[in-house]
């Protein structure tokens, strides 16, 4: 319960960068670690965006003695609460020793590292533009060919917003939503729906290939007639 208070509190008070009522369920959760667990051999995975480590629960349980977890989170008060997470909690004092957890954006972090797994906790809807098209690029900077991508957002909020907002609000949504597309439509494996969730979200599953990310360009604001 304590770990709800805090996620709604911080929720209140960095809105942009925590961008939800209440941790993600074990449903959710359960759903964003599932790619590794046919993971045969030592696997390296990155968690974006932690939180309070709802989703790091699940990951936990499929970290074996030679693998290796990154957690990447960027608020001061959720890395306080995963440290404690890893030092007070028996599943996660298991694999302390193979866990490191780095405070920083996710674009200023891994130069040089590969993944098998990244899971990502990120509120993309809520960023600017050129900040979701800087963090999709680091998502495939930082896999390894063949390596999983598995991100959430809420069901059908990107779409309402679309319709209901107006002027540079919806010029955002529009320019994220065909960032989003450029990678879905080239590397999606998979969609699940998480209805027991608050608010119920969709899981996205990507898979780097060969072929290069995508380049988008980015749409001229249009000038107002006078």
Not at 74 to 83: A, H, Q, R
Not at 105 to 117: F, I, S
Not at 133 to 138: K, R, T, V
């Amino acid at each position: 319960m304590s770990h709800y208070l805090e996620f709604f509190k911080q929720f209140r008070t960095t809105f942009e960068t925590t961008g939800a009522i209440a941790p993600s369920s074990r449903f959710l959760a359960s759903n964003m670690a599932e790619p590794m667990k046919r993971h045969q051999g030592p696997k390296k995975v990155l968690e974006i965006g932690p939180g309070t480590g709802a989703v790091t629960r699940e990951i936990v349980k499929q970290i074996r003695p030679e693998d290796s977890l990154d957690l990447v989170e960027l608020n001061e008060k959720f890395v306080e609460i995963l440290y404690n997470r890893f030092d007070a909690e028996r599943a996660f004092q298991e694999i302390k020793h193979l866990t490191s957890i780095h405070n920083c954006p996710l674009q200023e972090y891994g130069v040089g590292e590969e993944y098998d797994y990244i899971v990502s906790g990120l509120p993309l809807n809520n960023f600017p533009t050129d900040l979701v098209s800087e963090i999709f690029q680091a998502y495939f900077r930082l896999l390894k060919p063949g390596g999983v991508l598995s991100y959430f957002e809420y069901m059908y909020v990107r779409p309402v917003r679309k319709v209901v907002s107006r002027g540079p609000e919806n010029e955002r949504i529009c320019q994220i939503d065909q960032i989003m597309r450029s990678y879905t439509s080239q590397y999606r494996i998979r969609t699940n729906w998480i209805w027991f969730n608050l608010p119920p979200a969709w899981v996205q599953h990507l898979q780097k290939t060969d072929s290069p990310p995508p380049l988008i360009e980015q749409a001229a604001p249009q000038e107002q007639s006078s």
